[in-house]
């Protein structure tokens, strides 16, 4: 099979420069085309010299539609808006589609699952191995450790220029141990606290968000008893880990058929 032709959307970004490199990297796939906003300073520019891995020939544009045309996926970590618009794309297309966005709405997953019959949709709050394996951790631990018992609290730290919250790894990670508790995550959930709240609601799953310097992603899962704690954490310190893992999903998604996975799909632990 010929390598997968890949077009990396929000291209000029810090992400979508380190999911260039990551592709020309991995073997097997290839970028075949760029794609920033109307107006971007970096309309024109190799992708590849934006990137600091040499000329590859592909110049960013502001067309998504002739670029997704020709492509076998996409790879996504723009924005929730900008996401469901690729998703319609690529389901035209029929091609695959890796979401990495966070930050989405109901409405904006109802629109995404939507296109998802007509496109390979793979969508994680977060791309990474390591945080995959660790929901599943979350998951079992909830599971074993009864809410009467231990209290759950994720704490997540990001880099100051971040401007959703909580992450959508906290979320993903949030999901995962409501699964182990076999309740729904919303209505269970406590995003803040501020002044006289009263005692922690029991079973309820709390977030932290901590916004600073250059901090890539660090979360917790804090399962705190009477008399012990166990904390399980994953500290990211390149974001090229999300972008390997998309293409990684890209990779396994090609040929599949329509419909929307996760990574815990991609990696065999489903």
């Known amino acids: 099979m010929s390598d997968m ?9 810090r992400m979508g ?26 309309l024109g520019k190799d992708a590849g010299e934006l990137a600091g891995i040499g000329r590859i020939d592909v110049a960013i544009g502001d067309d998504p539609l002739p670029v997704f045309a020709k492509a076998d996926g996409v790879l996504d970590f723009t924005a929730p808006a900008s ?7 690529a389901a035209q297309a029929h ?12 409405e904006d997953d109802a629109k ?11 969508k994680s709050g977060n791309m990474s191995l390591g945080v995959n394996l660790l929901a599943v951790l979350v998951e079992q631990a909830a599971r074993a450790l009864a809410a009467d018992d231990f209290d759950i609290e994720i704490l997540e730290m990001h880099h ?6 909580p992450s959508g790894t906290a979320l993903l990670l949030g999901e995962a141990a409501a699964a182990g508790r076999e309740v729904a995550l919303a209505g269970n959930d406590v995003r803040s606290r501020d002044g006289h709240t009263g005692a922690r609601k029991p079973g309820s799953i709390g977030f932290a968000a901590l916004r600073g310097g250059s901090v890539v992603g660090d979360h917790s899962v ?18 090229a880990i999300f972008a390997r893992g ?23 632990l489903s």
């Open 5 to 13: 032709g890949l077009v990396v959307v929000g291209a000029a970004g």
């Open 83 to 89: 996401s469901v618009e690729f998703a319609g794309y």
């Open 222 to 239: 804090i399962l705190a008893g009477t008399g012990e704690r166990i904390t399980l954490s994953h500290h990211a310190e390149d974001r």
């Open 95 to 106: 091609i695959v589609h890796v979401i990495g966005t966070t930050g989405c709405t109901a």
């Open 246 to 268: 998309a293409v990684r999903a890209a990779l396994w998604a090609r040929g599949r058929k329509p419909g929307l996975y996760s990574m815990r799909d991609v990696l065999g």
């Open 17 to 42: 420069q380190t999911l260039v490199r990551a592709i020309h990297s991995i073997s097997g796939a290839r970028v075949i085309g760029a794609v920033e906003r109307t107006g971007s300073p970096h």
């Open 112 to 122: 995404i699952a939507a296109a998802a019959r007509h496109a390979m949709i793979v």
């Open 160 to 165: 100051k220029h971040k401007v959703d919250a």
